[in-house]
């Protein structure tokens, strides 16, 4: 696509509940990461996915958060057993080049609005 | 582990004025620096990058310095208009191979008309 899609805009959920949120990252990028930035916060690494290798899930904050990338392209973030602290906006981002590469320029999308109440 | 941060969370000028944002690093290896704008209720922008074999670089109304000798980057607004309203971060994306990029808390800059 034109640009990094991301869906829903916003989610409302009951504490412990699970959420699903997805991304759609540039057609061609094989780089998909997920950060969060919470209110007034700068942006905290979650994953990283590149191409066909292991993620890197060093940023994920608890088990209750997992993501997939399938084919390659769509990625699903998880959040299982939502709690409050999980509100926040949850960003997506592809890339060309592989993190590392010095090249690195991320095209993020709008976010995923999480709100637990 | 590296650190990104920025020295003002705000900052208010005048329609018209120029503005200077400014970012501290702390790792010595990295190499590649980026700024991006965030809009409200948007994802950020890139603006503008630089490498460390460059201490310079301009932009449209946008001019990158990088010093590093003391590990200090700043982004330069001509002529700020009211759409530069944003909050503005720096990202290390350099460095280390698989080295992540780390962004700092932002800086918001407010257009006064």
């Known amino acids: 696509g034109a640009g990094v899609s991301q869906s829903p805009s916003n989610k409302v959920t009951e504490k412990g509940k699970d959420v699903e949120l997805r991304c759609d990252p540039i057609?061609?990028?094989?780089?998909l990461y997920w950060y969060r930035q919470s209110l007034g916060q700068g942006l905290e690494f979650l994953i990283y996915?590149?191409?066909?290798?292991?993620?890197?899930k060093s940023g994920l904050p608890s088990d209750r958060f997992s993501a997939e990338r399938t084919g390659g392209s769509v990625s699903t973030l998880t959040i299982q057993r939502t709690q409050q602290e999980d509100s926040a906006v949850y960003l997506c981002a592809s890339s060309l080049e592989a993190r590392g590469s010095g090249a690195n320029v991320l095209t993020f999308g709008a976010g995923s609005r999480l709100t637990v109440l | 582990g590296e650190s990104v941060g920025l020295h003002l969370p705000t900052l208010s000028v005048q329609e018209g004025d120029n503005s200077i944002i400014n970012c501290a690093y702390s790792?010595?290896?990295?190499?590649?620096f980026i700024w991006y704008k965030q809009e409200s209720g948007k994802g950020p922008q890139f603006i503008i990058d630089i490498r460390s074999n460059m201490d310079k670089r301009q932009g449209q109304r946008v001019t990158v310095l990088l010093n590093k000798t003391v590990k200090h980057l700043s982004l330069q607004i001509a002529a700020t208009q009211p759409g530069d309203s944003a909050v503005y971060f720096c990202a290390d994306a350099g460095g280390n191979a698989g080295n992540m990029l780390t962004f700092g808390g932002g800086t918001r800059l407010m257009v006064k008309p």
């Open positions: 996915f590149q191409g066909n290798s292991a993620p890197d």
């Open positions: 057609s061609g990028h094989t780089a």
């Open positions: 790792n010595s290896a990295s190499d590649y």
